[in-house]
């Protein structure tokens, strides 16, 4: 047993083991500081868990009734002895009557979860399986359950229990990669992160020992809202066409490998991090090799002739810039300025921006940008470009591409090192346009005040966190 010495008294007491989320704020939950011990030991409590899942694009999902009320994937506690698949099947049979013994699966998930028997003390570690079956089979509640039904996708219930939707959540995605991109059972896939729009991201090896590529799709059951399904798909389809002109027009600054292909898909070479590829400014000697790299890629990107149609569907992102920036703030009576004063509160460095506001819309109104004459990416941040020391610049998601004024692009993207904490003084006289600054400012302050749709407002917090860092740099430099 592991002791600790009371600094008081020097006697010895056994340590308990602690909830691993203890320190992780982001996952802490207040049910933890419960005294009261619901599950069988102090430490971890393992389980198991069955998502069973039809081979549909938008699959059906069986799901339990629990005591509580709550929905649930069926699992249970593992017995002594027992394999987590085993443990898997065996709950499932015991709680739907649905028999998973000559059923493949595929392990999704194995950790700590969310569990209102938890406690500082206690808590459950899952292992979770996919189950794929051709249609929706017979169930019959037992054991814990109260009910079982099968449930779409796109529909799931609010209430699920603990974890259990991120838990579908994650057999969802390893549902499309095998059903709907049709990838071999031995791919290695990896999630990657970022970007905002509802696509899966991710990268694959269709084998251990294969190339490793960077997929983005396309995914109609992720949207409610057949307009922006629409608008996801025509984006896509865009950033392909895009690609495709940019290495017609021999540009380097690009993927070396793109492909598109069914159904709304696009695979590229995959810039992983693993191999040296930096997705964020190096904080290093490195830093303004990386700068002066990305600036020069931007700029050579100006001396393409841009293509006669980008897309007819989509709106051009210059007009976009302005009817959805200072062309949409009127008057100090706006809902901006309201919503805006818990940013001026949050952000103490947000007052003058806070004060300004009604003068710099003004400024832009009397100081509109040139008309448009170069091709730009338009949506220049880091996150958006990938950086090797010996490779160079790539750059990426190219859904927002479109003309531009000149420094477009490199004025964007040394407002997202500022706001970031990177020193970019010595690049701003030759490098950033304090007027498309500005019209980023009248962007990103219109944005950060729209509603969002998770109750997720870290997103609105960045465009404001944004539209003060181009402040602070217009300020600077006009």
Same mark, same amino acid.
């Given at each position: 047993m592991t002791e600790f010495s009371s600094p008081?008294?020097?006697?010895? #007491?056994?340590?308990?083991p602690l909830h691993p989320w203890l320190e992780c704020p982001e996952r802490y939950a207040p049910t933890l500081d419960r005294q009261e011990r619901e599950?069988? #030991?102090?430490?971890?409590? #393992?389980? /198991? &868990?069955?998502?069973?899942?039809?081979? &549909?694009? &938008?699959?059906?999902?069986?799901?339990?009734?629990?005591?509580d009320g709550s929905y649930a994937v069926p699992g249970g506690f593992i017995d002594a002895s027992e394999s987590t698949e085993r443990a898997a099947i065996r709950e499932a049979y015991e709680e739907t009557s649905v028999n998973l013994a000559d059923t493949k699966s595929s392990l999704i998930f194995s950790g700590v979860v969310d569990d209102p028997r938890a406690t500082k003390h206690a808590w459950i570690e899952t292992t979770a399986f996919l189950f794929s079956v051709d249609k929706p089979l017979p169930s019959k509640a037992g054991d814990d359950a109260l009910d079982t039904t099968w449930c779409r996708y796109s529909q799931l219930p609010g209430e699920l229990y603990g974890s259990h939707r991120e838990i579908i959540n994650a057999a969802y995605e390893r549902h499309f990669?095998?059903?709907?991109?049709?990838?071999?059972?031995?791919?290695?896939?990896?999630? /990657?992160n970022g970007g905002h729009m509802l696509y899966h991201r991710f990268f694959v090896k269709h084998s251990p020992s294969s190339p490793q590529y960077f997929v983005k799709s396309h995914d109609k059951v992720l949207f409610s809202d057949q307009s922006r399904a629409n608008h996801s798909i025509q984006y896509l389809e865009k950033e392909a066409l895009v690609y495709e002109y940019l290495r017609s027009s021999s540009y380097l600054f690009i993927p070396t490998i793109s492909q598109s292909h069914a159904p709304h898909t696009i695979t590229m070479e995959a810039c992983h991090p693993d191999e040296n590829w930096y997705w964020r /400014?190096?904080?290093? /000697? %490195?830093?303004?090799? #990386?700068?002066?790299d990305i600036l020069s890629a931007f700029y050579q990107l100006e001396t393409i002739a841009p293509p006669t149609d980008f897309h007819e569907n989509i709106e051009p992102t210059h007009i976009l810039l302005a009817t959805e920036g200072w062309g949409a703030i009127h008057d100090t009576t706006d809902t901006v300025y309201t919503s805006l004063f818990a940013y001026h509160h949050e952000i103490p460095s947000a007052d003058t921006l806070y004060s300004d506001l009604t003068d710099l819309r003004d400024y832009a109104l009397h100081h509109p940008p040139q008309p448009p004459s170069v091709l730009a990416?338009?949506? %220049?941040?880091?996150?958006?470009i990938a950086w090797h020391p010996s490779n160079g610049a790539r750059l990426v998601d190219w859904s927002w591409t479109g003309l531009a004024t000149p420094k477009s692009d490199s004025t964007n993207f040394l407002i &997202?090192?500022?706001? =970031?904490? =990177?020193?970019? *003084?010595?690049?701003?006289?030759?490098?950033?346009d304090p007027i498309h600054a500005l019209t980023l400012i009248g962007?990103?302050?219109? =944005? *950060?005040?729209?509603?969002?749709?998770?109750?997720?407002?870290?997103?609105r917090k960045q465009q404001f966190l944004s539209a003060l860092s181009a402040y602070k740099l217009f300020t600077k430099t006009i």
């Open positions: 008081n008294n020097q006697e010895l #007491y056994p340590l308990k599950l069988w #030991y102090d430490g971890p409590n #393992y389980t /198991a &868990d069955a998502v069973i899942m039809t081979r &549909d694009a &938008d699959p059906l999902i069986l799901l339990i009734t629990r005591r990669h095998l059903h709907t991109l049709k990838f071999p059972e031995t791919a290695v896939v990896e999630k /990657a /400014a190096p904080k290093n /000697a %490195a830093y303004h090799n #990386y700068v002066e990416h338009h949506d %220049a941040r880091q996150a958006n &997202d090192l500022h706001k =970031h904490g =990177h020193d970019v *003084s010595r690049y701003l006289d030759d490098h950033f962007f990103w302050i219109e =944005h *950060s005040t729209w509603p969002v749709g998770n109750g997720d407002n870290d997103v």
